[in-house]
């Protein structure tokens, strides 16, 4: 079977390597991809957002099954275009993916269905959202209800913040017609965990739990980014926690979207807050994370296009209880300093051509090939991970991983894993 990953970054990489695995999989193409993935997969120059194009360069070339990465082309509703064609894909239809392009949606639908998630109020007129703010206690989460990149949320502590972030989002409208709908939450604390599980409509199954480490500085200091590093499993969400996760959240989220009509299918991500009151969802996603993905997938031996292909089937009832590895695993995010900021691109990085290091995998997001010389191409260069026992080795192997990797402005942080190793005593 031939098989199209759509996306360019670490994740795309990691969705590549590993379909390359499975036995069903001769051929893999990417669009548009990236460089480093160029010896697993054949890189298409096209964008994710050209549907048309997706889907002709599909049907040309007999697509046995095409895989999103990205939230954006979900949103806008590639699914629903290859459905129309027979083409098999996994993911979500436009409507299903509501779930994460429209914040307010969801919320209504954990509001509907009874699934926890904090205390929230939506917004269309400022005044009326200042007026709220006016006597709410702080802090509180202001969020623009569509597809911000990442940068929609905003936490505040006192009114004059508030008013600031209201009139971004709303009258100023930064995030274009994301903004036209806001949603102003209850603060709420815990350990933020990320839950991505496969569904087919009806069925769902969870994969390992993973913590990502959002803030570009060591001890979570500094501005958000894409992801800095993540570690999987996490000891945070135990057993009984999953099991949580499990009856209250993933199960009534996929029979609630069922039952109002819009069977959700592909991968389902709750974020999750675990808070002294249980966890709580903070948002969904409905496609892999990144880099959460880049930890998850080394450590899962069942084959993935199966996977996919019986949640595309709606077989998933009756499919094999997952296979992972022992173990752990963490994935360390080396960034171009500067990032999230300004960067430069271009840099020479030395150390990638002979990468050799024992369980570990390198995993490209924003590289360049020049005069066949690897260059940095983008604020998240590349992504390591290392596989072990437990997750301290997992760690010592991805650093080890990530110190052979040279270019002028490395920057990545040294404390992935923090929030949950105990301090060492002795040897590990
Ligand atoms: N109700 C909340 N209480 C505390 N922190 C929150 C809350 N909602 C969001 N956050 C924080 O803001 C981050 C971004 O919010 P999220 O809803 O995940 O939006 P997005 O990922 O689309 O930017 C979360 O990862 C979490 O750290
Ligand atoms: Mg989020």
């Not at 924003?366 to 760690?395: E, F, P, Q, S």
């Amino acid at each position: 079977m031939k098989v199209l990953v759509i996306g360019s970054g670490g994740r795309e990489h990691a969705l590549v390597w590993k379909l390359k695995k499975s036995k069903k999989v001769d051929k893999i193409f990417c669009a548009p991809g990236n460089a480093g993935m160029g010896k697993l997969a054949k890189c298409v120059n096209l964008k994710v957002e050209n549907t048309k194009a997706l889907v002709d360069f599909a049907l040309r070339n007999k697509i046995g099954l095409t895989v999103v990465g990205p939230e954006v082309p979900l949103a806008k509703g590639i699914v629903n275009e290859f459905q129309r064609k027979k083409l098999k894909i996994f993911g979500p239809t436009k409507a299903a993916a509501q779930l994460e392009s429209s914040k307010v949606f969801s919320k209504e639908f954990m509001r509907k269905h009874h699934i926890p998630t904090a205390p929230f109020k939506t917004f269309t007129m400022f005044a009326e959202a200042v007026g709220f703010c006016n006597s709410a206690q702080f802090p509180l989460v202001i969020k623009a209800d569509g597809l911000a990149a990442g940068k929609g949320v905003i936490i505040v502590k006192n009114i004059e913040e508030a008013t600031k972030a209201l009139d971004d989002i709303m009258l100023s409208k930064v995030f274009g017609d994301a903004g036209t709908q806001v949603l102003i939450e209850s603060f709420i604390v815990g350990q933020e965990v990320s839950i991505m599980a496969i569904a087919d409509g009806k069925t769902i199954i969870p994969l390992l739990p993973s913590q990502d480490h959002k803030q570009a500085y060591e001890g979570d200091k500094g501005p958000n980014t894409g992801g800095m590093g993540a570690y999987c499993p996490t000891d945070f969400v135990t057993k009984d926690v999953m099991t949580q996760i499990m009856d209250h959240v993933l199960m009534p989220t996929i029979h609630g979207m069922a039952q109002d009509g819009i069977p959700f299918k592909g991968v389902l991500y709750a974020g999750m807050m675990l808070t002294e009151a249980g966890p709580k969802v903070l948002e969904y996603n409905a496609r892999f994370g990144d880099p959460e993905t880049q930890a998850v997938l080394p450590l899962l031996k069942t084959d993935l296009a199966e996977l996919m292909l019986a949640s595309i089937n709606q077989t998933l009832g009756a499919f094999p209880k997952l296979n992972w590895q022992q173990g752990s695993s963490a994935c360390i995010t080396i960034a171009s300093k500067g990032y999230p900021g300004r960067y430069k691109k271009g840099m020479p990085i030395k150390g990638l051509h002979d990468f050799k290091e024992e369980n570990c995998f390198v995993f490209h997001a924003g590289t360049a090939l020049k005069d066949r010389k690897w260059v940095t191409n983008g604020g998240r260069v590349l992504g390591i991970t290392g596989i072990d026992k437990n997750l301290r080795l997992a760690l010592n192997r991805a650093y080890k991983g990530v110190e052979r990797i040279k270019f002028n402005g490395v920057m990545y942080r040294k404390d992935i894993g923090f929030r949950v190793l105990k301090p060492t005593k002795g040897k590990v």
